[in-house]
């Protein structure tokens, strides 16, 4: 988007309000924000042409990659070592998920607050196990913090 933003910029398409108002409403729609940047950019330089070329070039060449990936994956997943490099793949995701999370967890976590966390993450756990789904739990695990009141400020952290 920033790409996109000194390009437009350098051509005279767009200033730092319309960059602004362009961000917004592409944070606002579902999808990715980068299309939708995208068709806004195309749109306030030629109107539904515009928007519909920027839709296509933003849209269609990551959609051939994709499918060709897919086809790809499809043709060697059978292969024994492509599945355990799937697996090992998928277990670094989960191991980086889980230290980033508790990363930003950890300064929320003291005896103030630890109670909470606590039954926020056990409703959580209920909500996974019954299969709920990923809007459901967030929605609940929304309304049991609302419900809780607010959370004890975290002391500030001297290191990064």
């Known amino acids: 988007m920033e790409l996109m933003r000194r390009s437009a910029a350098r051509e005279g398409w767009l200033d730092e309000r319309g960059h602004a108002l362009l961000t917004a409403v592409s944070r606002l729609t579902p999808g990715t924000n980068v299309i939708a940047y995208s068709v806004g950019l195309g749109w306030s330089v030629r109107g539904w042409l515009g928007a519909g070329v920027a839709m296509l ?83 609940v695990a929304a309304a049991v913090g609302a419900l809780l009141g607010p959370a004890a400020t975290p002391a500030p952290s001297l290191h990064r």
């Open 57 to 139: 070039a933003a849209s269609v060449p990551a959609s051939v990659i994709i499918a060709a990936l897919a086809a790809t994956f499809v043709r060697i997943d059978r292969y024994p070592v492509v599945r355990v490099a799937i697996v090992v793949g998928v277990l670094a995701a989960t191991v980086l998920v889980a230290a980033s999370a508790w990363h930003l967890m950890r300064p929320y976590l003291n005896r103030a607050t630890g109670p909470r966390a606590a039954l926020i993450s056990a409703v959580v756990a209920a909500l996974l196990i019954i299969g709920a789904t990923p809007v459901r739990i967030l929605l």
